[in-house]
Nanobody, 125 residues
Framework: QVQLVESGGGLVQAGGSLRLSCTTS????????VGWLRQVPGKEREFVAG????????HYADSVKGRFTISRDIAKNTVFLQMNSLEPEDTADYYC??????????????????WGQGTQVTVSS
């Protein structure tokens, strides 16, 4: 079973940047799509970005295109989410999850599993 650990969240002013990390101590991300999703209290978890571990192709939610970048470090078994030009609307708990898809990146949160504990991102105005 894949075990995921997210880190890198914090408090930042609007316009600032953060880099989130998602790592696994399990069998790794081989053959999987890794996604970042976020959730605010009272709302459903929403897709933010995803990356195919094998091919490196990516997909973003429209709300973060041009501001966020997802990447992977194969040697470190880690997926990153670089978040720039942060807005108060980006405030949420951020989670990484995996989808058993080799390359197709789903924007639907129900396709992702094995969540970590999440990391909180707060953007002040």
């Amino acid at each position: 079973q894949v075990q995921l650990v997210e880190s890198g969240g914090g408090l930042v002013q609007a316009g600032g940047s953060l880099r989130l990390s998602c790592t696994t101590s399990g069998p790794g991300f081989s053959g999987l799509v890794v996604g970042w999703l976020r959730q605010v209290p009272g709302k459903e978890r929403e897709f933010v970005a995803g990356i195919s571990w094998m091919f490196g192709n990516t997909h973003y939610a429209d709300s973060v295109k041009g501001r966020f970048t997802i990447s992977r470090d194969i040697a470190k078994n880690t997926v990153f989410l670089q978040m720039n030009s942060l807005e108060p609307e980006d405030t949420a708990d951020y989670y990484c999850g995996v989808d058993q898809s080799i390359s197709e990146i789903s924007p639907f949160s129900y396709m992702y599993h094995y969540w970590g504990q999440g990391t909180q991102v707060t953007v002040s105005s």
